[in-house]
């Protein structure tokens, strides 16, 4: 069983920095992509930025040049560097991963899901 904790939420004045990390625990092979997203109560959740297991980065339009993620798989460990937050950053955010894990048959594929920790912006 894989579970992954978030840490490093909460409130923050507009042009402030916060730095979130999602942190996989459990029988894990091997941590492949891993994303942030955020969601807002009444509207979709969104993929705020993903770095796949060779390094690839891709961020949505509203945090480039803002947002920074990054790994640490000797700490099986994702982090989100948020600067010059906006108002409009306030929002639930959750990491996702997906993993290799050990299975009877010998590994396989899942997804995990962190239970998210709230940014809010006090502007």
């Known amino acids: 069983q894989v579970h992954l904790a978030e840490s490093g939420g909460g409130l923050v004045q507009a042009g402030g920095s916060l730095r979130l990390s999602c942190a996989a625990s459990?029988?894990?092979?091997?941590?492949?992509?891993m994303n942030w997203n955020r969601q807002v109560p009444g509207k979709l959740r969104e993929l705020v930025a993903r770095?796949?297991?060779?390094?690839?980065?891709t961020y949505a339009d509203s945090v480039k040049g803002r947002f920074t993620i990054s790994r640490d798989n000797t700490k099986n460990t994702v982090y989100l560097q948020m600067d010059n937050l906006k108002p409009e950053d306030t929002a639930v955010y959750s990491c996702?991963?997906?993993?290799?894990?050990?299975?009877?048959?010998?590994?396989?594929?899942?997804?995990?899901w962190g239970q998210g920790t709230k940014v809010t912006d006090t502007s």
């Open positions: 459990g029988s894990i092979i091997n941590l492949n992509a």
């Open positions: 770095i796949t297991s060779g390094g690839r980065i």
């Open positions: 996702n991963e997906h993993l290799t894990v050990p299975t009877s048959e010998g590994q396989g594929y899942i997804e995990a």
